[in-house]
């Protein structure tokens, strides 16, 4: 842990992504089986509760090739991919859990897969996927940056990565914190936007939503927002309302009114999406 952590508290750097190969493999095997347990616990009655989040933000927008071939980082049992299955041809799964690699079939299309690399580097030819969906997942990972360039890399020219992260700390990371991972942080919208734009991706859409006060609302009484079109739609309009609130580190009461997270549709360039003329 670096002794000055104010440049990180104030969200100018993301913590993590800078680290050694020995920080990366401890923080690997902190986050490694994090969530393993909870899902494992909930398989049987278990209702993937985001996908009208992805839809509205994410799979709407995108026009993919029958056949294509999706990779899912951190995707569990891939579950998020169900509203675009019937378009796959084939689905690549990067997750450091070996409980889930015993499913190798999501509704009759076959799934591989693989452990990713401590050090970011994934073992893909370039140009091997026409999605690549990250949902919640690189806010557990050290070096974000090398991983998205590794994205960037593997997608196919004009292919998308879907990505949604939280922009809000989530607490002092030093310190235990109930319901989250050791490591987990949320990753500043400055330093997210400046890492996907560095990769090269063409940023198409930076979408904020999770208002917190809603989202907790909703959650008290039992109803999931981003499962329901209705309620998803209002939280994306109070979180444009509030969007002038991306502080890292929230504190105070007033801090920590609006949104908490973002959803990016990142195009890698090639010849038939080109960038838009500065002209």
């Known amino acids: 842990m670096h002794d000055d952590m104010s440049e990180y508290f104030s969200g100018r750097k993301l913590y993590g992504d800078d680290f050694t190969l020995d920080q990366l493999k401890m923080w690997y095997e902190e986050e490694r089986e994090g969530y393993t347990s909870e899902v494992l616990s909930r398989n049987e009655a ?3 509760p985001y996908h009208e989040l992805h839809r509205f933000y994410g799979f ?4 993919l090739r029958k056949g294509a071939h999706a990779l899912g980082l951190g995707s569990a049992y891939g579950h998020e991919l169900l509203p675009v299955l019937p378009i796959l041809g084939r689905v690549t799964i990067l997750d450091p859990s070996s409980e889930f690699a015993a499913h190798h079939v999501l509704e009759g299309i076959p799934v591989t897969y693989l ?11 370039d140009n091997s996927f026409d999605l690549i969906t990250c949902f919640g997942v690189l806010h557990h990972i050290a070096n974000v940056s090398k991983v998205l360039a590794e994205c960037y890399r593997c997608l196919i020219p004009g292919g998308v990565m879907l990505c ?3 922009i809000v700390a989530q607490g002092d990371w030093r310190r235990p914190r109930p319901g989250l991972t050791k490591n987990e942080r ?3 919208l400055a330093v997210f936007d400046k890492m996907v734009r560095d990769a ?3 940023v198409e859409r930076k979408s904020l939503f999770d208002f917190s006060p809603f989202v907790r609302l909703m959650h008290n009484i039992g109803l999931p927002v981003f499962a329901n079109p209705v309620t998803t739609r209002i939280d994306s309009v109070l979180a444009r309302v509030f969007s002038f ?3 890292y580190f929230r504190v105070k009461l007033l801090e920590k009114i609006g949104p908490a997270s973002a959803f990016f549709v990142l195009r890698k360039v090639g010849p038939s999406h080109s960038p838009p003329s500065d002209a």
């Open 46 to 48: 278990f209702r993937y």
């Open 60 to 63: 709407n927008r995108l026009e």
């Open 115 to 125: 452990a990713p690399r401590i050090d970011g580097v994934m073992d893909f030819p």
């Open 164 to 166: 949604q992260e939280p």
């Open 186 to 188: 949320g990753i500043p």
């Open 200 to 202: 090269g991706f063409l």
């Open 245 to 247: 609130n991306t502080r």
